[in-house]
């Protein structure tokens, strides 16, 4: 079986927030959840066992840089993490703002029922931009402070 990342059949294009050392960060489609993200592993590889320390390093790392931005972006309250692998064999993080107004905070999003939320083409490039302006302030700032970034304040 074909793997739907590495035949570019997923996540969209459109939807490309930017690229990082080992990934490429994506706004998730459903936007019910707002500054929903999914960092995707440029290479194959469906386990974090099958990365080097180095990589499984740097992934954290990049794991950590667009959480941080998107909590700042979107005020978010809580960031989860998901990295599971049973729909999409291939390493992918998805990384969810919850925010003040969540409809289910102590939920996990997959159990909450929702008619997917879709961005308008506007939409989604002003919110695309939107993180893409911030990660690029922040990865300014962890370059000019050797990796330190600023607590949120």
């Known amino acids: 079986m074909t793997c739907k990342v590495c035949a570019g059949e997923w996540p969209a294009k459109d939807h490309k927030i930017a690229e990082l050392g080992l990934t490429v960060a994506y706004l998730h489609n459903d936007q019910f959840f707002t500054g929903w993200t999914v960092l995707v592993l440029k290479r194959h590889a469906t386990e974090l066992f099958d990365l080097t320390r180095e990589e499984r390093r740097q992934l954290i790392e990049e794991v950590t840089e667009v959480s941080r ?37 102590r939920e996990a999003v997959w159990t909450v029922k929702h008619d997917p939320k879709r961005l308008s083409p506007h939409e989604l490039r002003e919110r695309v931009s939107h993180i893409q302006k911030h990660l690029s302030i922040r990865r300014g700032t962890e370059n000019s402070q050797h990796g330190h970034v600023p607590s949120k304040t």
């Open 69 to 105: 931005t998107l909590a700042v972006v979107f005020d978010a309250v809580k960031i989860n993490y998901e990295l599971l692998g049973n729909q999409l064999p291939h390493i992918h993080w998805h990384i969810i703002p919850r925010l003040a107004d969540d409809p289910a905070p």
